[in-house]
C-alpha cells in the first residue's frame, strides 16, 4: 500500500511539471555577445517573471494559461523584446539577443542661485515597522519604491539611501531603479544606467553614490530597490525598514504590476543637489 501510495504521488507530480511550460536559457547583447546580468524576464503585469543571474542564465516556469501570452526582456541600456510563449516554448535552451538603445545626453542647466545639498524621500524609521514580499517562486525579485518630489526644481543627484536588515544575510545585490511617474504609479525608467550593487545586508542605513553616474531630474520620480537573490536564496532573507504614515508602492514579480500601499513608508531618501 506504501508503495502504491508513494507511485500515486510521482505519477501526479510528473502530470504537473508535464502541464508548465519551462523556458531556459541566457540573455545576451546583440551587439558584443556577452551576457546580460539581472535582465527583467516575465509576464508584463501580472505578476509572473524572474531576472536572468549574474551569467545571463534564467529560468522561467509558467503555467499553462499562459501559453497564449507574450514574455517581455527588458534590461537597462538595450530594447525591450516581446516573444510569444509559443514561439520561445519550441526552443531549448533559448538564447535571446537584446540590441543596445542609442542613448542621448542629459542636458544640464546651470542655476545662478547658490545650490544646496537637501533630502528628499522619507529619511526617518520606526523600529516596529519592516517591509517584506510575499512567498513566490524562488527566481522570483520584489521591488518597493518610493515617490520622490521633486517640485519643479532641477536636481543633481548624489545618493540613494535604504534601511535594510538581514538575519541571514551579511551581504546581497541590490538594484536602484528610477522611474518617471505614470498615472499615480512607476512608470517608464528615467534613465538608461544600470546600477547594480553588493549592499550590507546587517541592519542599518545602506549608501549608493550616484554622483559618477551624473543624473539630473527636473520632475517628481519614483525610487525603487529591487532585490536580487542569488541562486537558491531565500527571498524573505531581506528586510526592509519604514515608517508609519504616508504611502510607497512594490510588486511581486519582474516587470509585475505595481501597487500602492497606503498607511506606511518605505524607508527610502535620494540627496540632491539643488
Partial sequence: MKHAFTLLLLLIAIGSEAQSIRLWGAVLSANTGQPLPYVNIGIRNKNIGTASDGQGQFILSLPPAHAQDTVTFSAVGYQEQAVPVRELASIKPLEVRLQEKATSLQEVVVQPRQLKIRKLGVTGRLPVVWGNPDQREGRDIYEFANFIQVKDKPAKL????????????????????????????????????????????????????????????????????EYLP??????????????????????????????????????????VLQ
Fill in 158 to 225: 548624489l545618493s540613494a539611501h535604504f534601511y535594510l536588515s538581514s538575519a541571514k544575510l551579511d551581504s546581497a545585490m541590490f538594484r536602484i531603479n528610477l522611474y518617471k511617474s505614470h498615472n499615480g504609479l512607476p512608470g517608464k525608467r528615467l534613465v538608461e544606467q544600470s546600477i547594480v550593487q553588493r549592499l550590507p545586508a546587517t541592519e542599518g542605513w545602506v549608501h549608493v553614490d550616484l554622483k559618477a553616474l551624473a543624473i539630473y531630474v527636473e520632475e517628481d520620480f519614483y525610487l525603487g530597490i
Fill in 230 to 271: 542569488a541562486a537558491g536564496a531565500d527571498r524573505m532573507a531581506i528586510i526592509l525598514g519604514g515608517k508609519l504614515g504616508g504611502s510607497s508602492y512594490s510588486r511581486k514579480a519582474s516587470l509585475g504590476s505595481w501597487e500602492k500601499f497606503v498607511g506606511a513608508s518605505l524607508s527610502g531618501y535620494v540627496t
